[in-house]
């Protein structure tokens, strides 16, 4: 718990920030901006379906990074000692009834978006909306939390990855395609492998108190093997666009980020250090988004 005078010298609007993460908010993004760019190559884009796509899915990342702030602080996983970034719930920066309130406007003003992104695209829509908000919430609280029992990677990837890029493209297009689903897994790879970071770093805090993330389960040896693998499962997408004929060769244009992707892996093999390894939580993060863009603009071009 952080000192009153240290509280007080944190603005209120600064704490809200801090709890929202604006870090992580490229894993939102990036299934969205490969669903537009999937429905321009398509000649499916609509302007007001892909803008609320993107502030529903920002909205629902905030509500899960406020959530999941309050859950592990009431389940007692934010200990001290943790490696990560000061947590608001944990340091007494938001009280819980406030914390509490935010999450309950941030997922009500998600709603409201996918009220109409619902009238768009119809019951397929209605079905990911929910289950989104309940992932959301049950990814750390609930009787069952889903990252506790090691099901947290496999949410995110069916949430920001397939969920995310087929729902973006579907209340455009109203219709999916093979080569949406195969660019949807990218993203997904790319998108745990923010959460593969972020489980690697706290392993061991995570361990102390009975937090069963996959990489407590499988070590931290075989966690950062699979950071490799779906690192590799990312850019081997845009080879399999290029060969099956689905794009021109402008879809590579991902393997330009093929150097900050090793950086990311040399870090993650060279350290456990809190510090080095939050920067590659935020560098997977960027890598997410740059990927993605580029991605975007070949298959635009």
């Given amino acids: 718990m952080v000192s009153m005078t240290a509280q007080a010298e944190i603005p209120r609007w600064r704490a809200w920030l801090m709890a929202s993460r604006p870090k992580t908010l490229p894993a939102a993004m990036s299934p969205v901006v490969m669903g537009i760019a999937l429905a321009i190559g398509d000649q499916a884009f609509a302007l007001l379906p892909a803008g609320a796509a993107l502030i529903s899915a920002l909205l629902l990342q905030i509500g899960t990074n406020l959530a999941n702030d309050y859950f592990d602080y009431v389940k007692g996983s934010d200990i001290e000692g943790r490696k990560g970034p000061q947590r608001v719930a944990q340091s007494g ?135 490799v693998l779906l690192l590799a499962v990312a850019y081997a997408t845009p080879v399999i666009f290029w060969l099956a004929n689905w794009a021109a060769a402008w879809v590579l244009l991902p393997w330009l980020t093929l150097p900050l992707g090793w950086r990311l892996v040399l870090t993650l093999y060279k350290t456990d250090e809190g510090a080095h390894l939050n920067r590659a939580l935020a560098g997977t993060a960027n890598l997410d988004l740059l990927f993605s863009l580029l991605f975007a603009v070949g298959l635009v071009l």
Avoid at 129 to 138: E, F, N, Q
């Fill in 93 to 227: 920066l938001i009280p819980l009834h406030e914390l509490r309130a935010g999450i309950a406007i941030t997922f009500s003003l998600a709603m409201l978006v996918g009220l109409y992104l619902v009238a768009v695209g119809g019951w397929p829509i209605l079905i990911i909306g929910i289950t989104s908000i309940v992932a959301a919430l049950a990814y750390t609280g609930g009787p069952f939390p889903l990252g506790y029992h090691g099901l947290g990677d496999l949410f995110v990837f069916l949430y920001f990855g397939l969920a995310g890029v087929c729902g973006t493209f579907y209340v455009q297009a109203q219709a999916l395609t093979v080569q949406v689903v195969v660019a949807a897994i990218a993203i997904g790879a790319l998108t745990v492998a923010i959460l593969v970071v972020n489980n690697l770093r706290d392993i061991e805090t995570d361990r102390k108190t009975g937090k069963r993330t996959l990489a407590v389960m499988m070590g931290a040896r075989k966690t950062r093997l699979e950071y």
